[in-house]
């Protein structure tokens, strides 16, 4: 048998939280951090589309075992959109397809609109998104000209605010749950205002319980790893169970730590009594996800690799 090829870069554990800068995919930038923090394993927690800057965390080693939690997480987003052209992709890349006057909407008009896409909505995705279509990406589809059906999902808006209004052109503020296609709720605003309308910026600012403090932008860790090396970027790190803050935190006992580890659930007192939570060993040690069963038990639902 051959031998088992190690494993390539350091073993690097934790969180970054990137300001990814304008033009480049989310790929582009996970790979480019990667590249400089010379990492093993390395994953961001949901795209941006080129067009939009902001907010993307980043999980390194062990912490990509929790980045699915990140990717489930509400967001909110600055946008800005233009009203009166309608694009292929609902956004500035895209070609216009159609323009129809605007000048006539007005700040109020707006305003009376949002109401009507805040809560539960629903919301069909572009073509130009990730989303699967018989094992296809549609954005593949959509470029070769080929638009297929798809199914409305139900995403919710919990805030929507208008913050500012130089026609044609508005800017938003959006706290959305997972799902959403801020290009889609652009674009079906202008509809709804009978204009049609694109985003031209859209910026991230949150991230489940990440905000845009702490953030580091590419140039910084560029600058960084050039004159102190990949270990000097460690710093910008945030612990693995940052991301879960927002979670209440169970400790064990060396008995019940046992048994989480073998994938046992456990009967912790004072525990939550529904929901996610963080669990911590004896030794006060991260080991990963649980959830309050329905007869209270804390049973383990993402463990560390290394928990035990």
Do not use: D, F
């Given at each position: 048998m051959g031998r088992r090829?190690?494993?390539?870069?350091?073993n690097v554990t934790g969180i970054l939280l990137l300001d990814k800068p304008l033009g480049i995919t989310s790929n582009a930038a996970l790979q480019e951090v990667k590249h400089l923090f010379k990492a093993q394993k390395a994953g961001h927690t949901g795209s941006l589309d080129p067009l939009a800057t902001g907010l993307l965390p980043i999980c390194f080693g062990n912490a990509t075992k929790i980045s699915a939690f990140l990717l489930d997480a509400d967001k909110r987003y600055e946008v800005r959109v233009r009203l009166g052209e309608t694009t292929s992709t609902a956004d500035a890349e895209g070609e216009v397809i159609e323009t129809c006057p605007a000048e006539h909407i007005t700040r109020e008009d707006v305003q009376a609109v949002l109401a009507d896409f805040t809560g539960e909505i629903s919301q069909l995705p572009p073509m130009y998104s990730a989303v699967k279509h018989k094992g296809q990406r549609l954005y593949k589809l959509a470029r070769q000209g080929i638009e297929v059906e798809r199914e409305a999902?139900?995403?919710?808006i919990y805030d929507l605010q208008l913050l500012n209004f130089e026609a044609p052109e508005f800017d938003l503020l959006v706290h959305c749950s997972k799902g959403t296609y801020v290009r889609t709720l652009a674009e079906d605003?202008?509809?709804?205002?009978?204009?049609g309308a694109h985003v031209v910026a859209l910026h991230r600012t949150l991230v489940g319980p990440f905000e845009t403090e702490g953030m580091v932008s590419m140039e910084t860790l560029q600058q960084t790893a050039q004159e102190g090396g990949a270990h000097e970027l460690d710093k910008y790190l945030l612990p693995m169970d940052a991301g879960l803050d927002h979670w209440p935190a169970v400790h064990l006992g060396a008995d019940t730590s046992f048994y989480v580890?073998?994938?046992q659930p456990?009967?912790?007192?004072k525990a939550p009594t529904e929901g996610y939570v963080r669990i911590y060993d004896a030794d006060e040690k991260f080991i990963g996800v649980g959830e309050i069963d329905d007869d209270g038990r804390v049973a383990p639902r993402r463990l560390l690799a290394n928990s035990n």
């Open positions: 090829r190690r494993p390539r870069g350091r999902r139900t995403i919710t605003i202008g509809k709804a205002l009978g204009v580890k073998q994938g456990v009967q912790v007192p």
